[in-house]
């Protein structure tokens, strides 16, 4: 049984650019949701997808989208990178839209932005 | 803003030791109250979770203590082992929201 898989694990990106990263939710989960956590703290809410709509989303500017495909993929766009965005970024998967219950998380994805 | 406080940052404790990590919600409309355990390089696992209608709720070596009244939370891990060494994460998490704590480093020496 597959869990949550994020690609790529690591990349380095220059300031002005822009990311996609990408996540598969573990079977049978319809829910994505991405977190961003910087060095030394706990992982930050950016927003979640259901039914490939952005059900939630946390204090991030629109610098940051998003998309759900048909299979529950989900992608995190970052556009205009800043050297703030440095972090990993963990998706989340879980069985409907309530945050109130298990969300299983991926390895994430570390973003370094020179 | 910070809604789940959590203490301490580090801990060091002796193979064997209990390990206790404390934290600390302000609304009280949260319902769910997730631990996570997060390894170097990996992301964070669901170790346990409670919610507020128990006060205790413990799975081997882990529980989780739980006072609504004061609107704190805690996990304790018994007979801690180095394999144990990590950092844990609190949560606090309603229908359409969830906050986490700022994690502790937990250090098991042997």
């Known amino acids: 049984d597959a869990g949550v898989t994020q690609s790529p694990t690591h990349l380095i990106k220059t300031r002005g650019q822009q990311v996609t990263l990408r996540c598969s939710p573990k079977?049978?989960?319809?829910?994505v949701s991405w977190y961003q956590q910087a060095l030394g703290q706990g992982p930050q809410f950016i927003f979640q997808?259901?039914?490939?709509?952005?059900?939630q989303r946390g204090n991030f500017p629109d610098r940051f989208s998003g998309h759900q495909f048909p299979n529950y993929s989900s992608e995190l766009n970052v556009n205009a990178l800043l050297l703030g965005d440095s972090a990993l970024y963990l998706c989340?998967?879980?069985?409907?839209?309530?945050?109130?219950?298990?969300?299983?998380f991926g390895d994430g994805t570390r973003l370094s932005i020179l | 803003q910070q809604q789940v406080k959590q203490s301490p940052q580090s801990l060091i404790v002796q193979k064997g030791g209990i390990s206790i990590i404390n934290c600390a919600y302000e609304?009280?409309?949260?319902?769910?109250f997730p631990w996570y355990q997060q390894f170097p390089g990996k992301g964070p696992a669901l170790l346990i979770a409670?919610?507020?209608?128990?006060s205790e709720k413990k799975e081997g070596r882990f529980t989780i203590s739980f006072n609504k009244s004061a609107k704190q939370f805690s996990l304790h891990i018994m007979d801690s082992q180095p394999g144990d060494s990590a950092t844990y994460f609190c949560?606090?998490?309603?229908?359409?929201?969830?906050?986490f704590g700022a994690g502790t480093r937990l250090t098991v020496k042997p």
């Open positions: 989340a998967s879980s069985s409907g839209q309530r945050f109130n219950q298990p969300q299983h």
């Open positions: 079977s049978g989960h319809d829910t």
């Open positions: 997808y259901y039914e490939e709509e952005e059900r």
């Open positions: 609304n009280t409309a949260f319902d769910y």
């Open positions: 409670i919610r507020p209608d128990v």
């Open positions: 949560a606090a998490s309603l229908l359409n929201d969830m906050r």
